[in-house]
């Protein structure tokens, strides 16, 4: 007959899940290293004055595709040209539904000085 310790021994020797360490091990230097490159390249473009914005991704792609779409406009007429009117017009119905100390209020706001200061680009 087998004790207690034997049974244990044998169940440690066979086991097949790790053992976690009783201290946390330290980080090897190009661990380290990656870990400080991930958080210095880190962007937080989510993150405004008036707390985190949730929906940051939606809010760059319709930046983006009226940027291009002011790029590519062969007869660029600014202010109003119709090129990004879509996009403007959606701007300016979002504005009164988003306060303008929001998150999401903010980050329209900054949108469209973005489009304005691209416009301004492409019509020189």
Not at 19 to 45: C, D, F, G
Request: proline residues 10%; charged residues 30%; hydrophobic residues 30%.
């Amino acid at each position: 007959m087998t004790g207690p310790l034997e049974e244990f021994e044998y169940l440690r020797r066979t086991s097949t899940e790790p053992v976690a360490p009783t201290q946390p091990q330290p980080l090897s230097r190009v661990e380290s290293a990656n870990l400080l490159w991930k958080i210095r390249s880190k962007r937080a473009p989510d993150i405004t004055p008036f707390g985190i914005l949730p929906d940051y991704d939606d809010f760059e792609r319709i930046q983006r595709s009226a940027e291009n779409a002011i790029r590519n406009c062969k007869s660029h007429k600014p202010p109003n040209c119709g090129c990004w009117a879509s996009t403007r017009n959606w701007l300016w119905n979002s504005r009164k539904r988003y306060p303008q100390r929001s998150p999401e209020g903010w980050w329209l706001s900054k949108i469209w000085q973005e489009l304005e200061n691209t416009e301004e680009k492409h019509a020189s």
